[in-house]
């Protein structure tokens, strides 16, 4: 049973189209990050929300953080073939320990 | 800033073999070191976190006898796959925190290792 459930589990569109991924669990958590992977890579840290409700950008990347620190979700404007990878949330306990969600793998065709 | 090194990036051993695999932050200090497994097309499971000095603490499932952690010093961290078989094949990622009151974790860039 996976902690953190994603949702889509796969996502192909078209460059220039905007997508949404989510990451919802029963758990609360102290923090939850955000991670992109390449093939055969480790994770890529993208952001770290701690506080219910607070959304971050990071340029076309928009994150927030569930009021209840429960879910989150990663949208991405004008998606390019470079955004193409693997995404993971991970939730945190008590910044100490980590669990991944089951993973959206996004492909953006040009 | 908060580079994680892993050593080896691929290592193909016979079955029966141990192997051992390093984690190092390169330049910062990881109070805490994580290890995961990840199957192909699949997300990272946690298998143990490790703090420096101290015995790493085990997921549900995870043989510690089988995967023995080592965290001597603030920068490395080990894993050593005893008596390695077929189903133990797979990519092996660390991640080292400490940079921050976050604790946010900055990845390895993995292992594969493939025990024939």
């Known amino acids: 049973t996976q902690l953190l459930e994603q949702s889509p589990q796969f996502l192909s569109i078209q460059e220039g189209e905007n997508l949404t991924v989510y990451c919802n669990s029963s758990?609360?958590?102290?923090?939850l990050q955000w991670y992109r992977q390449e093939p055969g890579e480790g994770p890529v840290l993208l952001v770290t929300v701690v506080t219910g409700g607070e959304v971050k950008k990071l340029k076309r990347l928009t994150f927030q953080f569930g009021d209840a620190r429960k879910d989150s979700s990663l949208h991405i404007t004008a998606a390019q073939p470079g955004d193409t990878g693997l995404y993971l949330c991970a939730g945190g306990y008590n910044f100490n320990k980590f669990y991944f969600g089951s993973g959206t793998k996004l492909n953006v065709k040009p | 800033g908060a580079v994680v090194s892993q050593h080896p990036s691929w290592v193909i051993c016979k079955s029966g073999t141990s192997v051992k695999i390093e984690c190092r932050s390169l330049d910062f200090q990881a109070t805490t070191m994580f290890w995961y497994r990840q199957f192909p097309k699949q997300s990272l499971m946690l298998m143990a976190t490790s703090n420096e000095g101290s015995k790493a603490t085990y997921e549900q499932g995870v043989e510690k006898d089988k995967f023995l952690i080592n965290h001597a010093s603030l920068t490395l961290s080990t894993l050593t796959v005893t008596s390695a078989h077929p189903e133990d094949s797979s990519f092996y990622i660390c991640s080292a925190a400490g940079v921050n009151a976050y604790n946010e974790q900055f990845f390895g860039p993995g292992t594969r290792l493939t025990v024939l």
């Open positions: 758990s609360v958590f102290s923090s």
